[in-house]
T-cell receptor
């Protein structure tokens, strides 16, 4: 079974631009979560989607948004990029939502550099 | 969000056991204890989880204190491939799938 895939793997943008990152979960998984990883803040939760609905959102500004499609694939968008948005963006999928024993499977991440 | 405390770094030798501690004194009765690790240049990967009893799988063992205020991840024979940042995370019994990561323990394995 293929793992979580994320595209693109690397991206360079300039301040003020917007970016869209894509995540394809493991086949059969319906929950997709997004995380941001930076050297200063570590791994932080962005949001989670299940059945095309956002179920939970982290403490990030409205410039960060996401969506999930009927095939469970998900995209996240960052508008008006700032230098501080440079980070590794990780996507994780799981079979179900809101089950505390549920395991999350992470993709390799998209490394975004904002110049 | 429930919090965990881990040492910033640990070092061990190849083929020796490694015990990674985690304190979670504010754990509630229904919180699950999860461990993930992140190898260099990769996304985190699941290691093991438990609720009350000790757990074993092909990767590691999880020893949970009787009062559940601490736990220990045990790698029985460390290899160079086990060098990673290990995260101890509490998953609430209610709520969504989000994982709240702390700073983790950076494990170095000496050949």
């Amino acid at each position: 079974k293929a793992g979580v895939t994320q595209t693109p793997r690397y991206l360079i943008k300039t301040r003020g631009q917007q970016v869209t990152l894509s995540c394809s979960p493991i086949s059969g998984h319906r929950s997709v979560s997004w995380y941001q990883q930076t050297p200063g803040q570590g791994l932080q939760f962005l949001f989670e989607y299940f059945s095309e609905t956002q179920r939970n959102k982290g403490n990030f500004p409205g410039r960060f948004s996401g969506r999930q499609f009927s095939n469970s694939r998900s995209e996240m968008n960052v508008s008006t990029l700032e230098l501080g948005d440079s980070a590794l963006y990780l996507c994780a999928s799981s079979l179900l939502v809101a089950a505390p024993e549920e395991t999350q499977y992470f993709g390799p991440g998209t490394r975004l550099l904002v110049l | 969000d429930a919090k965990t405390t881990q040492p910033n770094s640990m070092e061990s030798n190849e083929e020796e056991p490694v015990h990674l501690p985690c304190n979670h004194s504010t754990i509630s009765g229904t919180d699950y204890i999860h461990w993930y690790r992140q190898l260099p240049s990769q996304g985190p990967e699941y290691v093991i989880h438990g609720l009350t009893s000790n757990v074993n799988n092909r990767m590691a063992s999880l020893a949970i204190a009787e009062d559940r205020k601490s736990s220990t991840l045990i790698l029985h024979r460390a290899t160079l491939r086990d060098a990673a940042v290990y995260y101890c995370i509490l998953r609430e019994s209610y709520g969504a799938q989000k994982l709240v990561f702390g700073q983790g323990t950076r494990l170095t394995i000496n050949p």
